[in-house]
């Protein structure tokens, strides 16, 4: 009995200590369950933080629920060091398993964060000051180098890695700001990762709002993501673990393709300054400074390595509501690295235009390692229609409905591209061209230059006038003479300068050849040039059987001035172009007669071409003149010959030099004024250049004084320190003395 009744009380006693600790145990969790000791934590936790940060922190409250695993913040904002409100959350939820802390695993199974604001002030990268931000990032790096000054025990066991993991994250009303240069603002983030490890992600109402700078001054910009989704399937062999693992960075592609989707992305440009086409009605509607983009996309990522990615953009359409330029769509294959991107099987199209490459490389650009951008393409092909640009870049074509065929090579760098061998065609094929061209001083306007060399082109007169009555021309010149041309021929080069254009070339017609060069002025508007040719059917193309073939040289002037013709046009009226032919005809026949050494002259007012033609002889000067209104009907010009017979007299020989003086020195003072132009051209390009270099000069001057001024006052503020802190040394060892 003594020994029973010894076991009982032993097993009182054990159970009375058993439910001791659990009702101990209760009751911490009870008192931790408490607003009293939750508060308590709370008041705790600030404090540390403001000593470890010296600056105001402020956290509203927080609940911890042991149960159900849950911690809720809210209302928690940190000032920085200028009592500027550097971070503000409404509200931070979290629910984690702790069962799989034990197991070195960190599980989110529930996350929600809404109304996260932060207000980043980021000097300039020349400025000695630091960010608003530094200083937390100072202070827990003194805290760690305090914690590591400690000694500790050394543990021999290896340790497992810590992974991290989710179920679900929600993220709403997030905003950032930096330099009140940058405003970005996320409306939705949910994050959802099921049992089989399915996981995707949703965003919605993502803004930006950002300043850039450029040469002609800042750009406003705004950028809108209305929807983005990810996601990611199954991993190969069951669930995974991780968020998003193919986005991890030692990924192998050991995981299936991550899909990515994007509807309603807009972006929009304000340059505060007049659209290019203000006052230009003839201009295209494209203006990078005023741009408005409508975009969607879906993207598949195969696989993204430590400096690598591998991507299938399927489907984009990006549509410039502002100029009309609308891409429908845009796929290819993506692989790139930091140094070079390729790009494969690249597909383009619009509305009645298909482009297709089967490889692009890129040498990615990089001012650190002093890298440029170049590409280089393999053979270009597509089918357009010109109207597919003509709003945004040449309203000239707004009726251009051929189908035109092209091709070409194309490489080049941040300045430059080079096409080579350029193929267009017509449908049918009754326009071929075959040439090389480079373009250069991309940078500078001032430095565009645009030149092609022809090496073939063929077409018909028929055809080339289909071509010119696809341009909406008012007034159309020599349509008939174009169509007796019969099959055409070109080659030559041609360039486009800075408000300047220039051709040359031989065209080679049923009539007979003519070699040509001419420039259109757009500083004095102005079309000029010669033409020459040794065996031209003149009559055969200008319906004129009387005339037969011609060896001669033209010069020829035409005034292009909207304002100056149109006040001929009221005096006038009238169908012809405005200006002056002067040729000299080493040969030609009219009738049966053969004639040599006569000089052609021809002036239009628009209304009435007048010519008069002279051979001048020892004794004989063969006289004609003629006259017409209308080009499509020359058959029907009256031509007037007449003979006079004189002595060559001393007076006419004179008249003779005079008038020979009288053509040089216009064509001296025709010379005399291009080369003013050049002149005058060259100087506003100097002057420009002379600005921009004193404007860089100044800012450079401005932005080293404050560099300067900055390093003065840091100096000072330094020197000051030291001299207090010597001034308290000093006290304290007199102090010390005195003790």
């Given amino acids: 009995m003594g020994v029973k009744k010894g076991v009982f009380l032993t097993l009182k006693v054990l159970a009375g200590i058993v439910i001791a600790v659990i009702l101990l145990g209760l009751g911490a969790v009870g008192v931790m369950h408490t607003d009293w000791a939750q508060n308590k934590a709370v008041g705790e936790a600030t404090t540390l933080l403001e000593d470890l940060l010296q600056t105001k922190v402020h956290v509203g409250s927080v609940s911890l ?49 809404r109304g996260l604001e932060a207000r980043i002030h980021k000097p300039a990268t020349d400025s000695d000051s630091v960010a608003n931000y530094q200083f937390i990032i100072e202070a827990f790096k003194k805290q760690k180098k305090a914690k590591a000054s400690t000694p500790l025990p050394v543990d021999t066991t290896k340790k497992s890695k ?106 929009a440009t304000d340059n505060k300054l007049p659209h290019k086409r203000t006052g230009k009605p003839k201009r295209g509607y494209f203006d990078a400074g005023h741009l408005n983009v409508v975009a969607r996309l879906h993207l598949q990522v195969d696989s993204i390595g430590k400096d690598t990615v591998m991507a299938t953009l399927q489907d984009c359409d990006v549509n410039d509501v502002a100029s009309g330029l609308h891409v429908t769509d845009i796929n290819c294959k993506i692989g790139a690295n930091k140094e070079k991107a390729q790009l494969r099987d690249v597909n383009i199209c619009m509305a009645h235009t298909k482009i297709h490459l089967d490889r692009a490389d890129l040498v990615l650009p990089s001012k650190k390692a002093g890298r440029k951008l170049a590409y280089q393409t393999t053979l270009i092909k597509g089918r357009t229609l010109l109207l597919d640009i003509a709003k945004p870049f040449a309203p000239v074509l707004g009726k251009f409905n051929m189908p035109v065929n092209f091709q070409t090579l194309m490489s080049g760098d941040d300045d430059n591209i080079h096409f080579r061998n350029v193929r267009v065609t017509t449908e049918p094929a009754q326009l071929v061209v075959f040439a090389n061209g480079d373009i250069s001083g991309l940078k500078n306007k001032y430095d565009l230059k645009v030149q092609f060399r022809v090496s073939q082109m063929t077409t018909t007169g028929l055809h080339a006038e289909r071509i010119i009555n696809q341009f909406p021309l008012k007034r159309k010149f020599m349509m008939k003479q174009v169509e007796g041309f019969g ?173 020979k003086a009288a053509k040089k020195a216009a064509k001296k003072a025709a010379k005399a004024q291009r080369d003013s132009v050049k002149a005058i051209n060259k100087a506003a390009k100097d002057k420009q250049k002379a600005a921009e270099k004193a404007q860089r000069d100044q800012e450079k001057a401005a932005a080293k004084a404050k560099r300067d001024e900055e390093k003065a006052a840091k100096k000072a503020a330094k020197a000051a320190e030291k001299e207090a802190r010597r001034a308290e040394k000093a006290a304290r060892k007199a102090q010390q003395s005195e003790q």
């Fill in 65 to 113: 629920s042991l149960f159900s695993q849950d911690v809720r913040i809210s209302d928690v904002w940190i000032e920085d060091q200028q009592q500027r409100k550097l971070l503000q959350m409404k509200e931070l939820a979290v629910g984690v398993d702790l069962w799989r802390l034990l197991n070195h695993e960190v599980y989110v199974e529930r996350a929600k964060m």
């Fill in 162 to 267: 810590l992974t991290f993991d989710a179920g679900r994250i929600d993220l709403e009303d997030i905003g950032i700001s930096i330099n009140d240069t940058l405003n970005a603002h996320l409306g939705e983030l949910h994050f959802r990762k099921n049992w089989k490890g399915h996981q995707s992600a949703v965003v919605k109402e993502l803004t930006a709002a950002f300043v850039s700078h450029t040469k002609k001054g800042p750009i406003n910009n705004k950028v809108r993501v209305g929807f983005l989704e990810v996601k990611a399937p199954i991993p190969p062999g069951g669930t995974g673990s991780g968020l998003l693992p193919s986005l991890q960075k030692d990924s192998a592609a050991a995981f299936p393709p991550l899909f990515v989707t994007i509807d309603d992305l807009c972006f």
């Fill in 487 to 659: 099959r055409i021929g070109y080659q030559g080069h041609f360039e486009v300068l800075w408000k300047r254009e220039q051709f040359a070339g031989t065209l080679q017609t049923a009539s007979g050849p003519l070699n040509f060069s001419f420039a259109l002025d757009e500083n004095n508007k102005y079309v000029f040039g010669t033409v020459n040719t040794d065996s031209f059917m003149l009559g055969k193309a200008m319906e004129m059987p009387d005339i037969g073939k011609v060896a001669c040289t033209a010069n020829f002037r035409f005034d292009i001035s909207k304002p100056r013709t149109a006040i001929m046009r009221r005096k006038l009226g009238g169908k012809l172009p405005i200006g002056h032919i002067d040729a000299n005809v080493r040969e030609a026949k009219y009738k049966k007669v053969r004639v040599t050494n006569v000089i052609a002259d021809i002036n239009s007012n628009g209304a009435i071409a007048e010519g008069k033609i002279t051979m001048l002889g020892k004794r004989v000067d063969l006289l004609c003149s003629f006259s017409f209104t209308n080009t499509s009907e020359m058959k029907k010009t009256k031509i007037k010959p007449g003979i006079r017979f004189h002595k060559m007299s001393d007076e006419d020989k004179a008249k003779r030099d005079e008038e």
